[in-house]
C-alpha cells in the first residue's frame, strides 16, 4: 500500500483524477482525497479542508480547465472548507445533499436538541449548498456524468456519485478503517441500510474519501456489515439488568483501543446503543442520552 504524494494530481482511470490533502490524522488517515471529474469544463468532489497548500494543489491540477461543478460528499470540514473559496473564484455551484444537519431523523433531532454534538472532523455548521441534490439525480457536464446516490450513515446528509461504473463513496467505506458513525449526524441504522445498498450496487470500484480505491466493493462491504453486526453483539453480551454508561460498555467492547481513540469509540457504540434501544432490545435510563445508563431488555 503506497502512500499517494499529497498536492500531486493522479489520474485514476480515464476522466478522473485524485489530489490527497495533507491534513494526516486518525480520521482521515493520509488526509482527504479531492477528486476531478472529466477534462476542460470540470466538477469538483470533496475540495477538502481549509489549506492554501491544497487549494493551490487544484489551481495547479486544473490549470488551462475551467471548474464548472463543486460536489460535496457531506459537510464535515475536512471535506468542505475549501468549497467557498473554489466558488468564488471559480463561479461554479456547489451540490450537495442540503445545509449540514439536513437529513437528520426525529429521534437525531431530539438528541441534538439535548445538546448532543457530533464528533470527528467537526461540522461545517455554515455549508450551504446553492443546489440540493436528491437520490437518483443526475448532472450532465461536458463529456460526463454523475448520478447522486443519498448514502446515510456515517452522515444524514451523506452523497455519494456514481461514475462510469464506479463510486466515489464519500467517507462510508474505506480500505483502510471502518467508519465513524457519531451521532446526532451519524445513524447506524441508515448506514446498516446504505451499506447493503451500496454492496449489492454493482459498482466495480469505490474511490473513498481517505484511503485507495477498493477493487471489490461487495467483499469491503460484507466485511463492514459484518464488523458492526460482531459489535452489536459485543454489545449486547455486555449488557445485563445493571445499568452501565456508554464508556463503561465501550471499555469492555473495545479493550484494546489507545486511550486517544476512546471518544470516538464511545460515538459508535452510543449509536448502536440507539439503534438497539429503537428496536427494544435495550432500554435507556432515565432516557435515551449519551449519558444515559443502558440495560438488556
Known sequence: MTMPEPGKSETLEDGLRRILAPNPGPMTHW???TFVIGEGRVAIVDPGPESVSHLDAIRRATRGETITHILVTHAHLDHSSLTRRIARETGALVHAFGPAHAGRTEIMNILARQGLVGGGEGIDEAFRPDIAMND???IDGDGWQVQALHSPGHFAGHLAFSYQ????SGDHVMDWSSSLVSPPDGDLAAFMATSRRLRDGGHRRLYPAHGL???DPADRLNWLIGHRQARETAILASLSAI???VEWITERVYADIPPNMLP???RNVFAHLIDLSERDLVAALPHLAFDARFTRV
Open 31 to 33: 488526509g482527504t482525497n
Open 136 to 138: 437518483g439525480d443526475r
Open 165 to 168: 461504473g464506479t463510486l466515489i
Open 213 to 215: 480505491a477498493i477493487d
Open 243 to 245: 445499568p452501565r454508561s
Open 264 to 266: 470516538a469509540a464511545m
